[in-house]
């Protein structure tokens, strides 16, 4: 039985329900808050941080990244031609390029700001960092957002999918942080039509659907979040 520990709106959980999802695993989910620091949690990572994924009696497993590539060693090729790793190496090295860029890159630059501000400090305890977002932070996250946004419409471009012919691990990557931006109503759509038509592909999968269901507490969602035509 595999299981989950995740935060609903950390990128990286998201982009671990994805792939659970596109290989139609079962599985229980456990929401954590990293900032709780629980200890149960923390003997297992002692990073602290989420996602974080068991099977049965096995190791932890943690990292969206280290997720991943269990995943795909043990379920990949069961998926047959929809499995979500490349076949050939120079494809998997670009796939996990653009893995790494939207989990770190495009994380560290922009949707780490929003989700942070705008999201994570309602939950934090003030004596934690918790409360009122930073506007300067926020302005780096929107003005960052339009140079990453470009990029991603070269990409779908100039390609079928992010990384090639087909759909990889490298469209959850990026679908999930965006996912999470778009439900703050921070993606400036009209940035790049490329961009937008493939979210929309991405975003229109039945593996999308839990992700739309979430909820902030007294945080509605923007207008675009549910709506698989915006």
């Not at 297992?44 to 995943?71: F, K, R, S």
């Not at 990949?76 to 939207?102: C, I, K, Q, S, T």
């Not at 780096?140 to 992010?162: C, D, K, M, Q, V």
Request: some cysteine; hydrophobic content about 40%.
């Amino acid at each position: 039985m595999l299981k989950l520990y995740h935060h609903p709106f950390s990128p990286a959980s998201r982009f671990a329900r994805l792939m659970l999802s596109e290989h139609e695993c079962k599985v229980e989910f456990v929401v954590e808050r990293p900032w709780d620091r629980r200890a149960d949690f923390m003997h297992m990572n002692p990073a602290g941080t989420v996602p974080l994924m068991t099977e049965n009696d096995g190791p932890p497993l943690v990292g969206a990244p280290v997720i991943m590539e269990y995943l795909d060693e043990t379920r990949g090729y069961a998926m047959a031609d929809r499995r979500l790793m490349p076949n050939h190496p120079d494809a998997r090295a670009e796939m996990r390029r653009l893995v790494d860029w939207f989990g770190h890159k495009f994380h560290d630059e922009v949707t780490g700001y929003f989700v942070h501000e705008r999201i994570f400090k309602l939950e934090i305890p003030t004596s934690r960092g918790g409360g009122a977002p930073d506007s300067a932070i926020l302005r780096a996250a929107r003005t960052n957002i339009r140079h990453h946004l470009r990029y991603i419409g070269w990409l779908a471009g100039t390609r079928n999918w992010l990384a090639g012919d087909r759909i990889t691990y490298a469209d959850l990557a990026a679908a999930a942080e965006l996912s999470a931006i778009d439900y703050l109503g921070e993606v400036p759509w009209d940035e790049d039509a490329h961009a937008t038509a493939w979210y929309a592909r991405v975003k229109s999968r039945p593996a999308f659907r839990s992700l739309l269901a979430d909820k902030v507490p007294g945080l509605p969602a923007s207008a675009t979040y549910a709506d698989l035509d915006f």
